[in-house]
């Protein structure tokens, strides 16, 4: 942070502070706490416990940050399945909103062990389409043949 900008362009966000630690400062940051958190995850139930299969990177993170959470998953799958291995459980029901079976729902990327690899003519075409404020589009042209 030290060195640029954003911590005088972002007061409300950004904050300096004396290093407990040491005579230094620091800069902190404070919370981000989204309305939302969309999430796509390997399996859910339909109360969304949900199981990320592979790494999570942030998704049990910001789930627990967001108010509230949508899960797209990969699959439904029933609650045993949860209740037999409890510590694979990523994301517990009691955060999540709303569950959809979304069978490709984080492609272009990759979702381990569904489909490894990305597919970077999609991915290029939706970083065009963020860049030319088309998103909608791109999306529309995604989910086309989806029911």
Same mark, same amino acid.
């Given at each position: 942070?030290?060195?640029?900008?954003?911590?005088?362009?972002?007061?409300?966000?950004?904050?300096?502070? +004396? &290093?407990?630690?040491?005579?230094?400062?620091?800069?902190?940051?404070?919370?981000?706490?989204?309305?939302?958190?969309?999430?796509?995850?390997?399996?859910?139930?339909?109360?969304? &416990?949900?199981?990320?299969?592979?790494?999570? =990177?942030?998704?049990?993170?910001?789930?627990?940050?967001?108010?509230?959470?949508?899960?797209?998953?990969?699959?439904?799958?029933?609650? =045993?399945?949860?209740?037999?291995?409890?510590?694979?459980?990523?994301?517990?029901?009691?955060?999540?909103?709303?569950?959809? !079976?979304?069978?490709?729902?984080?492609?272009?990327?990759?979702? =381990?062990? !569904? =489909?490894?690899?990305?597919?970077?003519?999609?991915? +290029?075409?939706?970083? +065009?389409?963020?860049?030319?404020?088309?998103? +909608?589009?791109?999306?529309?042209?995604?989910?086309?043949?989806?029911?």
């Amino acid at each position: 942070m030290w060195g640029s900008d954003l911590v005088a362009k972002n007061p409300d966000f950004y904050h300096i502070y +004396k &290093n407990p630690w040491g005579d230094d400062e620091v800069v902190c940051v404070r919370a981000l706490v989204p309305d939302y958190a969309i999430l796509h995850v390997q399996e859910a139930d339909i109360y969304g &416990n949900a199981r990320i299969l592979g790494p999570s =990177y942030q998704d049990a993170l910001m789930a627990r940050a967001a108010k509230k959470v949508i899960l797209t998953t990969e699959r439904i799958v029933g609650t =045993y399945r949860m209740q037999e291995e409890p510590k694979l459980t990523a994301i517990p029901h009691f955060l999540v909103e709303a569950v959809v !079976e979304l069978p490709g729902g984080a492609k272009p990327g990759i979702c =381990y062990p !569904e =489909y490894l690899t990305v597919d970077w003519a999609d991915h +290029k075409a939706y970083q +065009k389409a963020v860049k030319a404020d088309e998103v +909608k589009q791109f999306a529309d042209k995604m989910l086309e043949g989806r029911a």
